[in-house]
């Protein structure tokens, strides 16, 4: 691996770690390589997305006695990579080793604590993505258009599939949200799908297509109709994982060990000093009002509807070169992100999101900024709260976050990597999205929006501090959600409180804390990455390079950050040392 330090093993001699590397090792890719391909077997759509094109048109089978095998499996593979004796290991198949187990141990976590396919509907509701086979144009459009029409002909038994796995009752925040997920779903294919595909000439096909959508467009809506009808009226509010369980999900998910309680503390310890930073920020740029007015003054310089798209456009290429001039991080590739309405069906759930071409993709490789627009339907008073996330500056700062230097530069290093096929198959929460919130801050830090003007600045610098108390806020009602029982309407007194948004926007990240618990990860990795650039700076002395830095980081995969600690840092003593 490019970059990648050999102290994991300072003992071992280069014609020893070599003969490792052929014995043990060899083994172990041999091994890995089959459970990988078993792993996305039973998850072609994942399959698809990460570029393998073989999986077109295929469905996992979510029945019972399927999702058992598999939980099996996953189990089985697991014990496999438990006994490896890690001694007979190269350093690098030593880190692939510990990536491939967080990820099979998260996974293992959903399906058997979370009971992601027996507790959540939301598991099903988006399932028939015909999207992935629309965006990118990486086969003629009839083969596409077969694997939509057999992926849809598979909907009808999913749906029964559904309605036998789920649970009798269930959480309503998760019920509601299905819901709204499937009438985005048959919207978009009903709608936009049919748009995408009209200039195909094969009246066959077509007829084909028109039976098989229709064919998933009532199975979707029945589907729905049996969550409103069957669900809902007996669904409850036990929402909350509890504290044992939360604790697993840091475990598994990133290998922190610290309590639900310390990640609270540190929660509140830095959404208090980013409120200072975020008061300091209003009082430059007008000492006269409280902070919290300043701020609303501020949103209220944003675009309308119609402009939001196209203002969000011009920002791009004037934040990439920053990126260039400034040498804050290596540009691997001139291709350019494209922006976008979000789909229908994932408006219910993004603000705004980036969607890049999966790391073996290798025919179309475009990738899509996602912006989520007002919705007509929304009262005037919703869509102006909406419109407000996006005023200029915090615009500029969440496109700092998707595209530049955040997911798509993110994306980019992945793909030029030399990060092997498990590093690019299995990616860290904290790692993927703190990297993105991290770069808000460094960007500022770094000079960016500053021209001269100090208000200008600290307009930036406003809206910045603003998106970091909303990923504070995130983590802390995280555990107050799912640790210490806080309700939704408690979460949204919270987030208005503290990230000083409306109702709307508030009460929708309160429900999302409600079946993501894992959006604390935004704030954790920005946070672990800011002690690992200290320590790694700290290291380098003089040698240090911020460009450098940044590089390493994105070459290495996507893991957890604690492995990164290993990677990077040459005293194993303050390798655990996370946050």
């Not at 019972?64 to 996953?74: M, T, Y």
């Not at 729905?224 to 840091?250: T, V």
């Not at 993004?350 to 890049?356: K, L, N, W």
């Not at 999966?358 to 929304?378: D, L, R």
Request: with cysteine; proline share 4%; charged share 25%.
């Amino acid at each position: 691996m490019k970059n990648f330090l050999l102290f994991l093993f300072a003992a071992c001699t280069l014609l020893s770690c070599k003969e490792k590397s052929e014995t043990g090792s060899g083994d172990f890719g041999k091994m890995s390589d089959s459970l990988v391909n078993d792993y996305l077997a039973w998850r072609p759509q994942y399959g698809v997305y990460l570029g393998y094109h073989e999986y077109d048109g295929k469905m996992t089978d979510l029945s019972k006695a399927s999702i058992d095998a598999e939980l099996a499996r996953l189990k089985m593979m697991d014990a496999k990579l438990s006994a490896i004796d890690s001694s007979t290991l190269s350093t690098r198949d030593f880190y692939d080793l510990q990536i491939l187990q967080h990820g099979i141990k998260t996974e293992i976590f959903n399906m058997e604590e979370l009971g992601i396919f027996t507790k959540n509907p939301m598991t099903y509701a988006g399932a028939i993505d015909a999207n992935i086979y629309i965006k990118r144009a990486y086969a003629p459009i009839e083969d596409r258009l077969k694997a939509i029409i057999a992926m849809e002909n598979q909907a009808p038994a999913l749906y029964e599939n559904a309605k036998a796995n789920l649970l009798d009752t269930l959480a309503k925040p998760y019920v509601e949200t299905a819901i709204q997920i499937a009438r985005g779903s048959t919207a978009f294919l009903g709608g936009d799908l049919v748009t995408a595909i009209k200039d195909v000439k094969n009246d066959t096909l077509m007829s084909s297509f028109k039976a098989a959508n229709k064919k998933a467009i009532d199975a979707i809506n029945a589907y729905a109709d049996y969550l409103e009808k069957e669900k809902l009226p007996k669904s409850h509010n036990r929402y909350a994982i509890g504290r044992e369980k939360y604790q697993k999900m840091l475990t598994y998910n990133e290998g922190i060990t610290l309590t639900p309680e310390r990640i609270l503390e540190i929660g509140l310890r830095e959404l208090k000093k980013e409120q200072e930073i975020f008061n300091a920020a209003a009082k430059i740029i007008d000492p006269a009002k409280k902070p919290v007015e300043v701020y609303n003054d501020l949103q209220n310089e944003h675009p309308t509807a119609e402009k939001l798209l196209p203002d969000t456009r011009k920002t791009l290429e004037s934040i990439r070169q920053y990126l260039i001039d400034k040498k804050i991080v290596t540009m691997p590739s001139e291709v350019r992100v494209k922006v976008e309405e979000t789909p229908q069906y994932a408006r219910e759930t993004s603000t705004a999101s980036m969607d890049s071409p999966g790391p073996f993709e290798k025919k179309s490789t475009e990738a899509y900024y996602y912006i989520t627009p007002v919705n007509n339907k929304w009262t005037p008073k919703q869509q102006e709260d909406w419109l407000r996330q996006f005023n200029y500056f915090s615009n500029d700062v969440v496109t700092i976050h998707e595209a530049y230097p955040g997911h798509y530069t993110q994306f980019l290093h992945l793909n030029a990597s030399s990060a092997s096929r498990i590093e690019k198959i299995f990616a860290s929460y904290a790692f993927v999205e703190g990297w993105a919130h991290y770069t808000e801050k460094m960007m500022l830090d770094d000079g960016f929006g500053n021209n001269g003007d100090a208000k200008h600045a600290a307009k930036y610098r406003l809206a910045q501090s603003g998106e970091a108390l909303l990923r504070l806020c995130r983590l802390c009602v995280s555990v107050k959600t799912h640790c210490q029982g806080m309700t939704i309407d408690e979460g949204t007194k919270f987030f208005m409180d503290n990230w000083y948004q409306g109702d709307k926007p508030s009460r929708q990240e309160a429900l999302r804390g409600t079946f993501d618990p894992g959006y604390l990860y935004y704030t954790i990795g920005k946070l672990q990455i800011l002690k690992l650039r200290a320590d790694y700076q700290k290291q380098e002395g003089a040698n240090f390079s911020q460009q450098k830095f940044h590089d390493l980081i994105l070459d290495n995969g996507m893991p957890p950050v604690r492995l990164l600690r290993e990677v990077l840092l040459k005293d194993k003593s303050i390798w655990g040392d996370i946050l």
